[in-house]
């Protein structure tokens, strides 16, 4: 996906403490864990030196996950001039299996190429794999809810914390397995744990084990779209017990015990992989960066900065891991299985979610502007067929609330999408979609007030979240302190629904930060870009 770029929202980040640190956090160790707390970002360039150029001979082009962002300060030192570029997991995985990452690009580095494995025809447009760091998924809780437990320090199954979460003793956060590695991990590890496999997942044995897994995820009351934002999230609102999140994400949280369970875990590999297009100068650069990255020196800074185990042999893991082995469950082998997985947890298993669209459809809003919203909420039809945009699409059970505005805020209309057979609900949407038109002012707050009183009025049961697209600064009716003093005497319940704003056109770009920040969401810009991949990216965090 190209074009949506989510602010960081650096002034609202909580940094982390390491968990067990025996001395002030280098500077390093700072940026690493800031960088790591921003969204999960598609096709957003990040350098690892500010006058790295596009392209040249001595300039590695590296597709990677959000999830090594971290590692961007070390690259600084490698000697080698890298140039990243972060999308999603899937989307990644296309583009390395359809030969578009070739013409952009000599490697990839995602946190694992299990899913790009599955994937018809990738293996063929890969060379070498150089595996760097490790870091297994895990369940992280307060210190004080795995005491009351009983679960400190004590050997634990999934089976007995799916047992937990059925009967509603914890609450967790996870990332959107569709939209991040940790989440997928994590879906695979509990499903492959609850379904006893012996070896890789079958269709079968996700159906069986669905019902188990759907008792497991009541307790999930937080989703994200990135692990950096996921921990962000808990850390600064502490309204979940704890998160599934990789241990280096973890041991980087103050006041959190994190539970290895004796049945098995997914671990991330992190594999800097060379594409097979690469040119020789470029295999030469990928051969210094991996060499240099696999280095003693570097497999303890690694260790020390970003929590990952060390993957080289002779490098001694601190005792911040422990000493117990680690189980590997097995991964599925085949990719309709692992997307099986996926869709039985966005239909099926997870809280279904309410999602309200609040859209600007103001004069300025015409031409193109109107027909780009159009075409982004018929992506979010079905209309999209990527692997990505497949997952993207409204959920069945998925409550969708289209709320537009331009002088006045117009009247809501929902879409409730059924537990079988979504497509007709699906064309209504398109068809509204189709039916809108731009004229008139822009009451962006009126809008945004429409939508959190609507919230209330339905999706009980629901994850609820509001999207906010605007193309302009508000003209018409109430102001931003207006909807700020509206907001504070919501009920708590209803301050917990969070506000994603993307960035259309002119929109005033302060004030939308601003409206994000009150509400805990974020930020995405489309004003350079399309507004359906931003569209898309937000659907991760719904």
Known sequence: MSGS???????????????????????????????????????????????????????????????????????????VKVKISYTGTLDGAEQVASGRAAASYDAIWFSSNRYLALIDGATAR????????????????????????????????????????REGRFTFGMTNPASSNSGFSALVGVAAALSDADGALSAQQVTAVTPKLKEFFSAQRLTSGSSGWLADAYTREGKVDGIVNYESVLLGLKGMSLIY?????????YPLTLLASATPEKKELYAKLTAWLRTPERQREIMSVTHRRPIVPGVRPGPEFGTAPLLELPFPNRRSVADGLITAYLDEVRVPSQALFVLDT??????????????????????????????????????????????????????????RDPQPVLTEIKSYADGLQASGGTAIFDGLRTAYEQAATSGQGHY?????MTDGENTNGSSYSDFETF???LPEAQRQIRTFVVLFGDSDVDEMKRIATLTGGAVFDARSGSLASAFKEIRGYQ
């Open 464 to 468: 609820t979240s509001v999207v906010l």
């Open 126 to 165: 890969l060379s070498t794999e150089t595996k760097i760091m490790s870091s297994p998924v895990l369940l992280g809780l307060k210190t004080a809810k795995a005491r009351e437990l009983g679960w400190e320090g004590r050997p634990v199954t999934w089976e007995q914390i799916a047992t937990a979460a």
């Open 362 to 419: 103001s004069g300025s809003m015409g031409g193109d502007r109107i027909e780009s919203l159009r075409q982004a909420l018929t992506a979010l039809t079905g209309a999209d067929t990527s692997a990505s945009g497949t997952f993207s699409r409204f959920r069945n059970r998925e409550n969708v609330v289209m709320i537009p505005f331009n002088d006045t805020a117009g009247s809501p209309r929902s879409f409730t999408l059924p537990e």
């Open 261 to 269: 369970p004796g049945d098995g875990v997914v671990t991330a590999d």
């Open 487 to 489: 907001y504070g005497a």
């Open 5 to 79: 770029r989510p602010f960081s929202l650096l002034s609202r980040l909580l940094p982390p403490s390491p968990r067990r640190a025996g001395g002030p956090a280098v500077r390093r160790t700072a940026v690493a864990l800031a960088l790591l707390a921003l969204p999960a970002l598609t096709a957003l360039t990040a350098c690892s030196s500010d006058d790295v150029p596009a392209d040249g001979p001595d300039v590695l082009r590296v597709l990677a996950g959000s999830e090594v962002k971290d590692m961007e300060p070390m690259l600084r030192e490698s000697g």
